[in-house]
């Protein structure tokens, strides 16, 4: 738990609202925090649409007073269309987003109480926008700190996982749907907040509708993924992610593919800021903000930049387990990514199950993976405390290609993206691959280090997918997250294939069988060799934090569970994630927001046309004067060529129903 800080070098002053004018006339709300009686100082944005009034409340309180209290002015700005924001939104990352964040900047820069510098500041959301709004080069931008985001909307987000529809997909578009037609508060907007919400009703609908309708990676990604022009963004750029989370390869990616000043930082969390985390250590991540901001904007000579580009958390082997709280190891730097010390080995994946540093001789085995591989993957995207982990993967490898090396004999570290160079053939047009790297102990035990997936028809682009011409042996190569990981000495390396990986992937329309041609398709292993300087790494400081706003948390009104069931007549497997289940009052404002939600997951073996995503969402307000309600559900299920998404929106004041919409809408299938 970070250190509650209550003295700051300054006094902070905090202004609940504020209305940034956009130039057509729109008002983004807005909150700040400054230091009283400094002057003009550089401010730090963060640009949301988890409403600032009582979504964010808390932690943006114990975030931006800290700042403000070292000499920043901290502004938590609602996007147009969110909590009190007028206008209303159509999408993630949108390119009015993006305009509207760099008008922002504009006029924060004007103000009185700022020096004509801005610097931009979130994660996931907040991440991506600043990376893509510093690729349109507002002059008073003069950097950014980018948490848990992506350079790349369609390879790393929670839409597509290798091309394979991706778990998160209907999921996080649920979730929103949730979140898009909740009101403003009378109290920020006055007497006509009951129109603005009805406008919001009117024009919520499921995003998961465009995102099923852009399969590859089309122009509809490339919009907002700045990879497409690294050179667009000249600024400084602190990129930053954990182990745990679904964002962490872009940090590397980033590093690469800027040119300008850059740090890279990626600890063991989940998604998380890294002072107030789920897996620990925590570190002094406020003050690591306050170097890199007064190194590019006050000129101060922090030492920030003296370290390596790239510093990373070195995990050790940890025995699998579905949760964890914290993890082993110790930091470690690469003073250039990528790195030139990194050493490529080579492991074969051989006839007898084997992992060889030397190629046997040709052969080729079978796979057709069982429905049930991948029911214990977990999440996708990570927040650390409720089985978000794969657990032991014996299970899963006993519908999987297992190659196994012998014992190490020494302990071998690994930093970067493994890769598995995949020669194989397929009886079906439509196939997936699940490739699973694992730590296996003396015991038997099995942790899953990292993981990728490919839809087999994207094996040569993204963008230009083609079925498979059955029985025709292809090469391609399989990414596999990025991770840093110590093997010790007498565990064991395994590389295991499947051609299922439900719920993570949704699975190709006809189970199909692949060949994997031994002694020809080969692991390509980052080994990292040991590196004196890591010793003199400078050590963080000891989190800290500013005392959040006060909360009132009540018993959480669901039941649901993070479960796994089978119905050993039927066949049919079920999987319970359980999502934002919470009861905060806010005694500040005179709220309480009560939200329970579920995704659930449900297939029958053998049988891949029965997979279905099944989502249900509960969100209350009760404020003074009313009590305003959202519940919405929805279903995601196929047949052999189609997607099927219905969708049922109930709106409520006091009980009553004051809107109501149902959608239901078939989407050709595209090669997934």
Known sequence: MPTIRDTFPHEIEIIENIFVPMPDGTRLAAKLWRPK???????ILEYLPYRKREGTRGRDQKMHAWLAGHGYACVRLDIRGTGDSEGLIDDEYTVQEQQDGCDAIQWIAAQDWCDGQVAMYGISWGGFN???????????????????????????DVHYVGGCLSKDNFDWAATMFAHNDLPPDPEIVGAKWRDMWRARMEHNRPWGLDWLRHQRRDDYWKQGSVCEDFSRITIPVFAVSGWADNYSESVPRLLAGLSGPRLGLVGPWAHSFPHDVAVKPAIGWLQEVVR????????????????PMYRVWMQESVPPQTCYLDRSGRW????????PRTEHRALYLNAGGTLDPVPGAGGGVAINSPLWVGLGAGEVGRYGEDADWAGDQREDDGGSLVFLSDPLPERTEILGAPQLHLRFSSDKPLALVAVRLNDVMPDGRSTRVTLGCLNLTHRDSHEHPEPLEPGRVYDTVVDLDDIAHAFPAGHRIAVSLSTTYWPICWPSPELATLTVRTGESWLDLPVRPDNPADARLRAFDPPEMAAPTPVIDHPAPSGHRRSIRRDLLSGEMTVDFPRWTSAHEMPDIAQTVTSDAL???????????????????NVVIRRKDTTTGHHSTGRLTCDARHFRVEMQLRVTENGDTVFERDWDERIPRDMV
């Open 332 to 339: 470690v730097g690469e003073a250039e990514w990528p790195s």
């Open 130 to 156: 600043g990376l893509q709004i510093a690729a349109r080069r507002p002059p008073a931008l003069k950097t950014i700190i980018t948490v848990g985001s992506t350079d790349d909307r369609y390879a790393t």
């Open 599 to 617: 995704a659930r997951f449900t297939i029958t073996d053998g049988n891949p046309l029965s997979a279905c995503c099944e989502t249900e969402a």
């Open 292 to 307: 890199w901001c007064d190194h590019w904007m006050k000129g101060r000579d922090t030492g920030i930049m003296d370290g």
């Open 37 to 43: 009686g400094a002057g003009p100082v550089p401010a």
